[in-house]
């Protein structure tokens, strides 16, 4: 069974930083493509930064500049590193495949920026 375990949220002020984890149980991991993702009370869940199997990235125009993912493969592990955080940043955090599995949103971690 596939999981997805995020870590690494937490409170911070306008302008700091937070280093999120995602720990996968998942065969072959580094052929899958990853992504990070979040949701906003009220809002849909949107794609945040995504990685290739090769470590490729792209990230959603809100994102550019401030967060970078990447991956460990060997530690089944992918990153979101998040500097200069803005209250809108504010949301829980979740990874999944790079086309996203319904069946393996996990629990998320929530993200609250905020003075």
């Known amino acids: 069974q596939v999981q997805f375990v995020e870590s690494g949220g937490g409170l911070v002020q306008p302008g700091g930083s937070l280093r999120l984890s995602c720990v996968a149980s998942?065969?072959?991991?580094?052929?899958?493509?990853m992504g990070w993702y979040r949701q906003a009370p009220g809002k849909q869940r949107e794609l945040v930064a995504h990685i290739t199997s090769v470590s490729f990235t792209n990230y959603a125009d809100s994102v550019k500049g401030r967060f970078t993912i990447s991956r460990d493969n060997a530690k089944n592990t992918v990153y979101l590193q998040m500097n200069s955080l803005r209250p809108e940043d504010t949301a829980v955090y979740y990874c999944n495949m790079g086309r996203p599995v319904p069946d393996y949103w996990g629990q998320g971690t929530q993200v609250t920026v905020s003075s």
């Open positions: 998942l065969s072959i991991f580094r052929t899958y493509a």
